[in-house]
């Protein structure tokens, strides 16, 4: 993605109110990312571990959305959870249900769209092999990273319609 500024970020968001879009927390040192590795800038809020958000290129424009994190998937040492956009599988505690609020009239019903999510979100990172999941995650090496990549990028829009659709 291209570079963003903290301006970028803060009128990105579609799913949130401007008071919470004013106080969230940006990721630290995020102008020091390296911003063509990433499909998405994604972060949990430093000050608020249940929150985490994600800012990507959508459409044309900068679409950032808000996520509840809802569970933390602990069912054991042994067992796997694949995270929906990357399809890295961790071990426990390496993905989490995080929940968006959908945009528009749909979302003042309370209407969400739930999706597994690496839960540093990262997922750019593990695409590229440039993070590695804990315990081995890696699955699917039939894929070069350019095709990981791809496949990343239309879950991330798939799930980006959801939201915004
Ligand atoms: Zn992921």
């Not at 500024?5 to 630290?28: A, M, Y």
């Not at 958000?53 to 959508?58: D, I, N, Q, R, T």
């Amino acid at each position: 993605m291209r570079s963003v500024t903290e301006r970028d970020i803060r009128t990105s968001f579609v799913n949130c109110s401007k008071g919470e879009t004013k106080r969230l927390n940006l990721p630290r040192d995020f102008t020091d990312s390296s911003w063509e590795d990433l499909d998405f800038l994604g972060w949990r809020d430093p000050g608020a571990p249940e929150r985490a958000y994600l800012v990507a290129e959508h459409g044309g424009g900068l679409v950032g959305i808000a996520l509840r994190v809802t569970s933390g998937a602990s069912r054991g040492f042994t067992s796997r959870s694949m995270c929906s956009l990357c399809l890295t599988t961790h071990t426990s505690g390496g993905v989490a249900l995080m929940t968006a609020r959908r945009t528009g009239e749909a979302g003042r019903q309370g209407n969400s769209v739930g999706q597994y999510l690496c839960t540093d979100l990262d997922c750019s990172l593990y695409v590229r092999g440039k993070k590695e999941a804990a315990g081995d995650g890696v699955v699917d090496e039939s894929l070069t990273p350019a095709e990981k990549v791809a496949r990343t990028r239309a879950n991330l829009s798939s799930f980006l319609d959801r939201v915004v659709g």
